[in-house]
Nanobody
Framework: QVQLVESGGGLVQAGGSRRLSCAAS????????MGWFRQAPGKEREFVAA????????SYADSVKGRFTISRDNARNTVYLQMNSLKPEDTAVYYC???????????????????WGQGTQVTVSS
């Protein structure tokens, strides 16, 4: 399995931006669909975004569509989540995940992903 390490979390004001990164170990990074999920206190982990193996296809949760952008750099074994126009309701622990599914779907679930990072906290103040 691939090992994942997220970074880039922190405190940001509402309306601000933040970019999360997820570094993956191993030489097979390009063989994984990559995704971002988040979990707020007292809530279930929810899908945020996913990107296909080559990076040409993406999918987003409706709550972040138009504000967040997922991308990947297979040469650097890294996936990114650019978050703009942040809202207090975006506050959560953000997790990077890797899937061996053939391609992404419109709304992916935690069951689609076998490898997870430890998470990085993003707090949006109002």
């Amino acid at each position: 399995q691939v090992q994942l390490v997220e970074s880039g979390g922190g405190l940001v004001q509402a309306g601000g931006s933040r970019r999360l990164s997820c570094a993956a170990s191993g030489r097979t990074f390009s063989s994984y669909v990559m995704g971002w999920f988040r979990q707020a206190p007292g809530k279930e982990r929810e899908f945020v975004a996913a990107v296909s193996k080559g990076g040409s296809s993406t999918s987003y949760a409706d709550s972040v569509k138009g504000r967040f952008t997922i991308s990947r750099d297979n040469a650097r074994n890294t996936v990114y989540l650019q978050m703009n126009s942040l809202k207090p309701e975006d506050t959560a622990v953000y997790y990077c995940a890797a899937s061996q599914l053939r391609t992404i779907t419109t709304m992916m679930t935690t069951n689609d992903f076998a490898s997870w990072g430890q998470g990085t906290q993003v707090t949006v103040s109002s």
